[in-house]
């Protein structure tokens, strides 16, 4: 079976020729304003994944690249949209805004975890998972790195690296306005606006989002929709030169969102004649679990809510003392998140048996970091860079449950409310957390001979973690103080062969390691009670090992380029969760082995005048090495991870008049089948979506007018399947209308 994948992933580079084939960015990527033109052909693709600018070509890691252009072609909203194009990378987002499931050639994030890669904003780190599913505007690049980046990005980018990179500030007066609509009553507004203060020297860029959805799913028991979504995101860059040599660089945003939360079907839930409430006489069916299985109506007794506030702040400063470029980053972020919603198994059958109260969870995260790095010149046979990092991250959570009285959920955080009329408090597990993290990174990278480059990357990360349990839990040891502490020296060693502009040839070896932290304090004994092994109030750190070996290669004067990678990843500790229902938790254990083997490649070309085309192929497969909590698990396949992903469409735009352009687009992607737990118990198998998009372009007059479908075939599928029987359905069918005039 395995070569047969490994035969397929080859002959796509073939296959794709014959037919159409892609372009995650079609042009280039926009060059920073103080690099020259003569730094790149026109059709050029440059990127910054290895921290300075380089042709895509020419640097010898995995990377997907978007430009500008490319963002607005997709229609690249949200984070997920970019991660569907994108080859052996998934994401299962659910439950609430914060909380989402990356998938990066197997290296998995799960609830409560941190993200196997790093996210960088602009030069700034993001230190908060719950941060990363954002809507996005007013992006001018976005480079997904695959594979280990521990020693540039630091710890938690185990599986890669995403770099985000918004449109920066113009001379010039510039903006754009945006207004949409879709389906579940859907409107969005989006403007921007850029320009000099003082010209060359004082530029600021501003800009704005509000998307308001009514929701797509009917809850039957309240009569209202089950997932409503409301999104207000601001962001600000002030930018000053003083001279040619110092750039300062100020960037603020805001982001609150409100929405529907914990909207999820508990499949062995028998329901009654009335198909709301649970059947008396025989209640649950454990025989019912499919994760094919798709529900799109709700019953619960309460609409779950989500209500998520982000704001950042970072000042970033380079300096080019010719001999070097030193860059300063402090960031500042502050998140706050409250959850609440029904209890398993979220039906109107109300405190039936005991069951269906509430739960809510609030968390409230500080965190500082701070940043600085020293960079050489590129254009010369010895480069290298060095630099230290810093963040300290305070964070509070608290996860209840409560008697559903039927008037609804109050706000519960620090304490808990035991006499509140609504949902007085059954169970309380809360604890403060203070985490620190110092690093010191390096890398240099030298010609051996023309087109041979040797690279050697170096970083260590020592993370601590101080935990306070809360005095009013209910379970474990209220009052608790526990420390603990993880670091690990990352290492990456890269050889590429470039005989000429056009191939490109590496191998390389890194490790890298995801930080462990404490589960809440009580959870380990709750999880015995309900008979879930492996739970302990401490995660072990998760740490891999990764062999790559790949090329790049350009053709057709390029106009076609193919890039291929093979890949083998040996994890300790692999994070994954638990659900424990009967106090609302979510827990982490280890998988004490996983190996991950396989690969992807993909294509892009310019078939005609503005006809282009794209296809890719990821393979992998995630193999159980070593499980002590539970042995019989031993072979199965690694939960959370797709055997297989299939990325391809096409795009043309041709001119209808002197003023009008045609744009239509189709896009194809494949989710394989995967496993969501250990015991491979239920299997979700291939998902096939598929998205269009037509409409008319004035680009003289900076108008557009575009349609789209999204799901245009309404495949009917789980998003995510937690183990026995907990269903998040995914999105249906989803039209769309945007207008947009740019100036």
Same mark, same amino acid.
């Given at each position: 079976?395995?070569?047969?994948?490994?035969?397929?992933?080859?002959?796509?580079?073939?296959?794709?020729?014959?037919?159409?084939?892609?372009?995650?960015?079609?042009?280039?990527?926009?060059?920073?304003?103080?690099?020259?033109?003569?730094?790149?052909?026109?059709?050029?693709?440059?990127?910054?994944?290895?921290?300075?600018?380089?042709?895509?070509?020419?640097?010898?890691?995995?990377?997907?690249?978007?430009?500008?252009?490319?963002?607005?072609?997709?229609?690249?909203?949200?984070?997920?949209?970019?991660?569907?194009?994108?080859?052996?990378?998934?994401?299962?987002?659910?439950?609430?805004?914060?909380?989402?499931?990356?998938?990066?050639?197997?290296?998995?994030?799960?609830?409560?975890?941190?993200?196997?890669?790093?996210?960088? +904003?602009?030069?700034?780190?993001?230190?908060?998972?719950?941060?990363?599913?954002?809507?996005?505007?007013? +992006?001018?690049?976005?480079?997904?790195?695959?594979?280990?980046?521990?020693?540039?990005?630091?710890?938690? $980018?185990?599986?890669?690296?995403?770099?985000?990179?918004?449109?920066?500030?113009?001379?010039?007066?510039?903006?754009?306005?945006?207004?949409?609509?879709?389906?579940?009553?859907?409107?969005?507004?989006?403007?921007?606006?850029?320009?000099?203060?003082?010209?060359?020297?004082?530029?600021?860029?501003?800009?704005?989002?509000?998307?308001?959805?009514?929701?797509?799913?009917?809850?039957? @028991?309240?009569?209202?929709?089950?997932?409503?979504?409301?999104?207000?995101?601001?962001?600000?860059?002030?930018?000053?030169?003083?001279?040619?040599?110092?750039?300062?660089?100020?960037?603020?945003?805001?982001?609150?969102?409100?929405?529907?939360?914990?909207?999820?079907?508990?499949?062995?839930?028998?329901? $009654?004649?009335?198909?709301?409430?649970?059947?008396?006489?025989?209640?649950?069916?454990?025989?019912?679990?499919?994760?094919?299985?798709?529900?799109?109506?709700?019953?619960?007794?309460?609409?779950? =809510?989500?209500?998520?506030?982000?704001?950042?702040?970072?000042?970033?400063?380079?300096?080019?003392?010719?001999?070097?470029?030193?860059?300063?980053?402090?960031?500042?972020?502050?998140?706050?998140?409250?959850?609440?919603?029904?209890?398993?198994?979220?039906?109107?059958?109300?405190?039936?048996?005991?069951?269906?109260?509430?739960?809510?969870?609030?968390?409230?995260?500080?965190?500082?970091?701070?940043?600085?790095?020293?960079?050489?010149?590129?254009?010369?046979?010895?480069?290298?860079?060095?630099?230290?990092?810093?963040?300290? @991250?305070?964070?509070?959570?608290?996860?209840?449950?409560?008697?559903?009285?039927?008037?609804?959920?109050?706000?519960?955080?620090?304490?808990?409310?035991?006499?509140?009329?609504?949902?007085? @408090?059954?169970?309380?597990?809360?604890?403060?957390?203070?985490?620190?993290?110092?690093?010191?990174?390096?890398?240099?990278?030298?010609?051996?001979?023309?087109?041979?480059?040797?690279?050697?990357?170096?970083?260590?990360?020592?993370?601590?973690?101080?935990?306070?349990?809360?005095?009013?839990?209910?379970?474990?040891?209220?009052?608790?103080?526990?420390?603990?502490?993880?670091?690990?020296?990352?290492?990456?060693?890269?050889?590429?062969?470039?005989? @000429?502009?056009?191939?490109?040839?590496?191998?390389?070896?890194?490790?890298?390691?995801?930080?462990?932290?404490?589960?809440?304090?009580?959870?380990?004994? $709750?999880?015995?009670?309900?008979?879930?092994?492996?739970?302990?109030?401490?995660?072990?750190?998760?740490?891999?090992?990764?062999?790559?070996?790949?090329?790049?290669?350009?053709?057709?004067?390029?106009?076609?380029?193919?890039?291929?990678?093979?890949? &083998?990843?040996?994890?300790?500790?692999?994070?994954?969760? +638990?659900?424990?229902?009967?106090?609302?938790?979510?827990?982490?254990?280890?998988? &004490?082995?996983?190996?991950? =083997?396989?690969?992807?490649?993909?294509?892009?070309?310019?078939? $005609?005048?503005?006809?282009?085309?794209?296809?890719?192929?990821?393979?992998?497969?995630?193999?159980?090495?070593?499980?002590?909590?539970?042995?019989? &698990?031993?072979?199965?396949?690694?939960?959370?991870?797709?055997?297989?992903?299939?990325?391809?469409?096409?795009?043309?735009?041709?001119?209808?008049?002197?003023?009008?352009?045609?744009?239509?687009?189709?896009?194809?992607?494949?989710?394989?089948?995967?496993?969501?737990?250990?015991?491979?118990?239920?299997?979700?198998?291939?998902? &096939?979506?598929?998205?269009?998009?037509?409409?008319?372009?004035?680009?003289?007059?900076?108008?557009?007018?575009?349609?789209?479908?999204?799901?245009?075939?309404?495949?009917?599928?789980?998003?995510?399947?937690?183990?026995?029987?907990?269903?998040?359905?995914?999105?249906?069918?989803?039209?769309?209308?945007?207008?947009?005039?740019?100036?």
């Amino acid at each position: 079976m395995r070569r047969k994948y490994l035969a397929r992933l080859f002959s796509v580079g073939t296959l794709v020729l014959a037919g159409p084939v892609s372009a995650q960015s079609l042009p280039a990527p926009s060059v920073p304003s103080n690099t020259s033109d003569d730094e790149k052909a026109p059709s050029e693709i440059v990127v910054t994944a290895r921290g300075r600018i380089e042709r895509l070509q020419d640097v010898p890691i995995a990377v997907s690249a978007f430009d500008a252009q490319a963002i607005k072609d997709a229609k690249i909203d949200r984070v997920g949209d970019f991660i569907g194009l994108t080859p052996n990378v998934t994401i299962a987002q659910s439950e609430s805004s914060g909380l989402s499931a990356i998938s990066i050639r197997g290296v998995t994030q799960v609830r409560n975890s941190e993200a196997p890669v790093a996210v960088v +904003v602009d030069g700034v780190l993001q230190n908060n998972p719950r941060q990363f599913a954002q809507e996005l505007f007013d +992006v001018s690049n976005i480079e997904v790195l695959r594979g280990p980046q521990g020693a540039l990005y630091g710890r938690n $980018a185990t599986g890669g690296a995403i770099i985000i990179t918004t449109r920066q500030p113009t001379n010039e007066l510039a903006g754009h306005l945006r207004a949409g609509y879709a389906t579940g009553n859907e409107y969005l507004g989006e403007v921007s606006l850029s320009g000099a203060l003082v010209k060359d020297k004082l530029l600021f860029r501003i800009g704005g989002r509000f998307t308001e959805r009514k929701g797509y799913f009917d809850n039957i @028991t309240v009569g209202q929709k089950e997932d409503p979504y409301r999104d207000t995101s601001i962001s600000g860059l002030l930018m000053w030169r003083p001279t040619s040599a110092l750039t300062v660089s100020l960037r603020g945003s805001l982001s609150r969102t409100r929405g529907g939360a914990l909207d999820f079907r508990y499949q062995p839930a028998n329901l $009654a004649a009335d198909g709301r409430s649970l059947n008396a006489a025989n209640p649950f069916d454990f025989t019912k679990p499919d994760a094919d299985r798709v529900d799109r109506t709700f019953y619960s007794t309460n609409i779950g =809510r989500d209500a998520r506030d982000i704001d950042d702040l970072s000042l970033k400063a380079d300096l080019a003392v010719g001999w070097a470029t030193i860059t300063s980053v402090t960031a500042y972020n502050r998140l706050e998140e409250f959850v609440s919603g029904d209890q398993v198994p979220y039906t109107a059958s109300r405190n039936i048996f005991g069951l269906d109260g509430t739960q809510t969870q609030y968390i409230n995260i500080r965190a500082l970091s701070q940043e600085l790095r020293l960079t050489s010149p590129t254009a010369q046979r010895f480069r290298w860079m060095i630099g230290g990092y810093y963040l300290t @991250t305070k964070r509070f959570i608290s996860t209840t449950t409560g008697f559903d009285s039927g008037t609804g959920i109050e706000r519960v955080e620090y304490s808990p409310r035991p006499a509140t009329a609504s949902n007085p @408090t059954l169970s309380f597990f809360a604890d403060d957390n203070r985490n620190r993290d110092y690093a010191g990174f390096g890398n240099v990278a030298y010609d051996l001979i023309p087109g041979l480059e040797a690279s050697f990357a170096l970083r260590y990360d020592n993370e601590t973690r101080h935990q306070t349990v809360s005095r009013f839990n209910t379970g474990g040891v209220p009052s608790a103080v526990n420390d603990a502490s993880f670091h690990k020296w990352q290492p990456k060693a890269t050889l590429s062969y470039k005989p @000429t502009r056009s191939v490109n040839i590496y191998a390389s070896y890194g490790q890298g390691f995801r930080s462990g932290q404490f589960n809440q304090n009580g959870t380990a004994a $709750a999880a015995i009670l309900a008979g879930i092994p492996g739970v302990a109030d401490r995660v072990p750190q998760e740490n891999t090992r990764t062999y790559e070996v790949g090329g790049k290669l350009s053709l057709a004067g390029g106009r076609v380029h193919i890039d291929g990678a093979l890949f &083998d990843t040996r994890v300790t500790n692999q994070q994954y969760f +638990v659900f424990i229902g009967a106090i609302g938790a979510q827990v982490l254990v280890p998988i &004490d082995r996983v190996r991950l =083997r396989g690969g992807e490649i993909a294509a892009t070309a310019e078939l $005609a005048r503005g006809l282009s085309a794209y296809a890719s192929f990821g393979y992998t497969d995630g193999t159980i090495r070593r499980y002590a909590v539970t042995p019989a &698990d031993i072979g199965n396949k690694a939960p959370y991870v797709p055997e297989t992903t299939i990325n391809g469409g096409a795009q043309y735009r041709v001119p209808v008049s002197s003023e009008l352009n045609l744009f239509a687009r189709g896009d194809y992607r494949r989710l394989g089948k995967q496993y969501w737990d250990p015991e491979n118990s239920s299997a979700r198998s291939n998902v &096939d979506l598929v998205d269009f998009r037509l409409g008319i372009e004035a680009p003289r007059r900076g108008l557009s007018l575009i349609g789209s479908v999204e799901n245009a075939f309404d495949k009917r599928y789980n998003s995510e399947y937690v183990a026995v029987g907990f269903a998040h359905a995914a999105p249906p069918r989803v039209w769309r209308v945007d207008l947009r005039y740019d100036f």
